[in-house]
T-cell receptor
Framework: QKEVEQDPGPLSVPEGAIVSLNCTYS??????FMWYRQYSRKGPELLMY????GNKEDGRFTAQVDKSSKYISLFIRDSQPSDSATYLC??????????FGTGTSLTVIP | DAGVIQSPRHEVTEMGQEVTLRCKPI?????LFWYRQTMMRGLELLIYFNNNVPIDDSGMPEDRFSAKMPNASFSTLKIQPSEPRDSAVYFC????????????FGSGTRLTVV
């Protein structure tokens, strides 16, 4: 079983829609959770990070962590064509490496 | 800050040849990571360094792969001999501390072994 599972998509939505991206994990020791955005032929760039459980909001982006269900989400409100990219989740236990999901490909159609 | 700099951006080589990928981390970052990305397996950690010392190389697929970090501003990943199954995008990333506030990735080297 993989440490982190992520639906690869692809996901296609109209401009202005709310997007929900999700990852599940198996290791209950994970405490650090991140979302990266990767444009085509570029390296991943950090979008948001959270520690332990709860929500974190940054502009149109909201990250949620549900440790009881081992489930994390990224919500994008009022999606824009510029949000079209692959979104990767990543998570880690203290002192350990980060494990990445395989990424979800998102296309926002104008 | 120029970010993490990788070279070359693209590399096409014949099976059996030696390939060397290069990385310059962000100044002041004490951790450096090498990742490989494929469609099937996503991002896989190959090796990481702390203060130029290799800490965990358990992700290096076989003895054909080796990595060095001779100083704080330079690292190499070498594949010798290369095989077609090594074709992937190789990323270098650096961070201050273990990356709990995120890594900074380079733009990657797209390697094709024919």
């Amino acid at each position: 079983q993989k440490e982190v599972e992520q639906d690869p998509g692809p996901l296609s939505v109209p401009e202005g829609a709310i997007v929900s991206l999700n990852c599940t994990y198996s290791n209950s020791a994970f405490q650090y959770f991140m979302w990266y955005r990767q444009y085509s032929r570029k390296g991943p760039e950090l979008l948001m990070y959270t520690y332990s459980s709860g929500n974190k909001e940054d502009g149109r982006f909201t990250a949620q962590v549900d440790k009881s269900s081992k489930y994390i989400s990224l919500f994008i409100r009022d999606s824009q064509p510029s949000d079209s990219a692959t979104y990767l989740c990543a998570m880690s236990a203290p002192g350990n490496q980060f494990y990445f999901g395989t990424g979800t490909s998102l296309t926002v159609i104008p | 800050d120029a970010g993490v700099i990788q070279s070359p951006r693209h590399e096409v080589t014949e099976m059996g040849q030696e390939v060397t990928l290069r990385c310059k981390p962000i100044s002041g970052h004490d951790y450096l990571f090498w990742y490989r990305q494929t469609m099937m397996r996503g991002l896989e950690l190959l090796i990481y360094f702390n203060n130029n010392v290799p800490i965990d190389d358990s992700g290096m697929p076989e003895d054909r792969f080796s990595a060095k970090m001779p100083n704080a501003s330079f690292s190499t990943l070498k594949i010798q001999p290369s095989e077609p199954r090594d074709s992937a995008v190789y990323f270098c990333a650096s961070s201050r501390g273990q990356g709990y506030y995120g890594y900074t990735f380079g733009s990657g080297t797209r390697l094709t072994v024919v």
